[in-house]
């Protein structure tokens, strides 16, 4: 620890408590309360001064979700206003690497060290206190990684055994027993537009005759599509946008009924035509024509009659319009080949993080060793010395992995997902994983045109 931070440090410094807890991860730490409690009685044993204290209750630290009380701390050691920051355990201030990075420039520019109750002083100052800093973060991303993924499985596990979803709604409590008025309500919905009458005059209706919905607001035509398109009235579970198995709760309206209502529900059929600017072609800008670099957009090939994508032919335009691919296949092998690219970026992302913590664990350790056998006498303190320099080199070739904060959706879900999805969100899971994809001449000048998946190049994002 430099001299400055020893002075700041002293006695009467000045301390700024910071406490975080996330409701969402479960089992991983004491309450907001606990760690101030805890904070408190170190800097009071230490002779420190509290100046501010600080506190995001609820509020993850994984996914970069904004903390209002952590930016006001930063803003307090940015005006030199605190000599140290005080938290119960390292994780509490950061689970992302990146957002390390940026603190680890501000304990630089401020000279401002954090002091843990659980592991002592981190000394931003040097490379063995970074160092320390980035493993504790790095360990704390990867188990969140592994929360998620957890989560995910026991989401899609209960989803096919049927279980209920925990949330009361419409119909039901949040056991999943059913409200019989409200449930008289839904069934009298249903028989009504089945029978052709608006929802509009429906809600109407509901309204003047003084029943509530589930939040005691006015009825509207939304409300009563999505309480009728949801396949839980007939008992159905669903997960990701489809019925994944028969539900352990009871039916308000039978399985035949709920598939008419859907099928009336769904969009372009009576009232349910959303209208707007929505995306209506998957591809448009996404192809580039490889002959002019120029974004491809649908058509009706002039020959075949198929929807087509095609180079414009534009007056004047830099468009060459002599590239056309048929648009059906394409759009349908472009789908797929996001399915397996998003199921091996998971696996790479979740193994570049495993394999990091697997090396620099095991380099830890060798550093433990090699202090216990200085301890001991086995080896000199010059042995010792020369040896953690060389794990420590070592360990400074391993950067720490950039995993990006995304959630981790396999290939799988999406393709589950893929045809209840609108095409805008389509589109958004394309862009996600390529840059653009340039087709290339046909190379079957002659005979029956079939698709060639050849022709497609795709550039994949990093």
Avoid at 68 to 82: G, N
Avoid at 102 to 116: E, F, K, P, Q, Y
Avoid at 119 to 132: A, F
Avoid at 198 to 224: C, E, V
Wanted: proline letters at 3%; charged letters at 30%.
């Amino acid at each position: 620890m430099t001299n400055m931070h020893k002075h700041r440090e002293g006695e009467n410094a000045r301390a700024a408590i910071y406490t975080r807890i996330s409701k969402d991860l479960a089992l991983e730490g004491l309450g907001v309360a606990r760690q101030l409690k805890d904070c408190r009685e170190l800097v009071h044993k230490l002779g420190w001064q509290i100046v501010a204290e600080f506190e995001d209750n609820d509020i993850s630290a994984a996914g970069g979700k904004y903390r209002p009380a952590y930016e006001r701390l930063k803003a307090l050691m940015e005006a030199k206003a605190v000599d140290v920051v005080v938290v119960y355990a390292a994780d509490r201030l950061h689970r992302n690497p990146r957002e390390l990075e940026d603190w680890i420039d501000l304990a630089a520019r401020t000279g401002i060290n954090v002091h843990s109750v659980t592991s002592g002083t981190i000394d931003l100052s040097s490379p063995d206190g970074v160092t320390l800093a980035r493993v504790v973060t790095a360990f704390a991303a990867a188990e969140v990684a592994k929360n998620k993924v957890r989560i995910l499985r026991k989401h899609l596990e209960l989803a096919e055994a049927g279980a209920w979803t925990g949330r009361a709604c419409y119909g039901y409590t949040a056991e999943g027993k059913i409200v019989e008025e409200e449930a008289a309500v839904i069934r009298e919905m249903a028989a009504r537009v089945l029978h052709g009458e608006g929802y509009n005059d429906i809600a109407r209706d509901l309204t003047a005759r003084g029943i509530p919905t589930a939040r005691g607001a006015k009825w509207r035509a939304a409300s009563i599509q999505n309480i009728l398109k949801a396949p839980r009235i007939a008992g159905l579970r669903v997960h990701h946008g489809k019925i994944s198995a028969k539900g352990q709760w009871d039916a308000i309206v039978s399985e035949e009924t709920s598939a008419m209502l859907r099928a009336k529900l769904a969009p372009g059929r009576f009232e349910g035509k959303k209208r707007g600017g929505a995306r209506k072609h998957l591809l448009t800008g996404l192809l580039v024509c490889s002959k002019c670099g120029t974004g491809m957009v649908k058509s009706i090939n002039g020959k075949s009659k198929k929807p087509s994508y095609r180079c414009p032919r534009n007056a004047g335009a830099a468009a060459c319009g002599g590239t056309t691919i048929v648009a059906a296949e394409t759009e349908v092998w472009l789908a797929e080949a996001a399915f397996q690219f998003q199921d091996a970026r998971v696996v790479d992302e979740e193994e570049t993080t495993g394999e990091w913590l697997e090396k620099i664990g095991a380099l830890d350790a060798r550093l433990e060793e090699l202090a216990g056998d200085y301890g001991t006498g086995v080896i000199s303190r010059n042995e010792w010395l020369a040896a953690r320099a060389a794990v420590e080199r070592k360990k400074a070739q391993y950067s720490v992995p950039n995993v990006r904060p995304r959630e981790l959706t396999t290939g799988a879900m999406l393709k589950a997902a893929w045809g209840d999805m609108p095409t805008s969100a389509r589109r958004a899971v394309l862009d996600d994983i390529f840059v653009r994809v340039v087709v290339t001449p046909r190379r079957q000048v002659t005979g029956l045109k079939t698709f060639d998946s050849g022709r497609l190049v795709p550039e994949w994002r990093a």
